[in-house]
């Protein structure tokens, strides 16, 4: 059962729960508190690495089902929920995800984060603002 503390992002089509819902938890809004603004981009560009294709350097369909399966322990996504995930974040329409595209996402898909944009948005602001200051 997930952390009553931490939001879920739940799959599926119907109301009623069955073997084929999947169920994530959605820690984008607890790392970003956690982390500063640098550290919050290293870890999505890690996540990025994690999934992308050796070859391509971007996300494919193909290398989101692997790297779900290996890294994520999504063993159960299918090609066409692949698909659907990179065509969602593709904005250029090559069929795959660049970092930016998949950093995108990540932030859009994130409910808790997209809640919390501008306390974050306000945070990096003051951090900013204190660097400026003390260097002159």
């Known amino acids: ?34 982390l500063d603004s640098d550290d919050f981009m290293q870890e999505l560009s890690a996540g990025f690495r994690l999934l992308s294709d050796e070859h391509t350097g971007k996300i494919t369909p193909a290398s989101l089902l692997r790297g779900a399966a290996a890294a994520l322990g999504l063993h159960g ?34 409910p808790g984060l997209m809640e919390d944009a501008e306390a974050l948005l306000e945070r990096e602001i003051d951090v900013e603002l204190e660097r400026v200051a003390s260097r002159g």
């Open 77 to 110: 996504m299918t090609a066409e929920e692949a698909e659907a995930m990179v065509k969602e974040g593709d904005m250029d329409g090559d069929g795959a995800l660049n970092e930016s595209e998949f950093c995108v996402l990540m932030v859009r898909l994130s």
């Open 1 to 34: 059962m997930a952390d009553q503390s931490v939001p879920t992002l739940t799959r599926g089509s119907s109301s009623q729960p069955d073997e084929a819902e999947k169920e994530y938890e959605d820690l984008m809004s607890v790392m970003a508190e956690k």
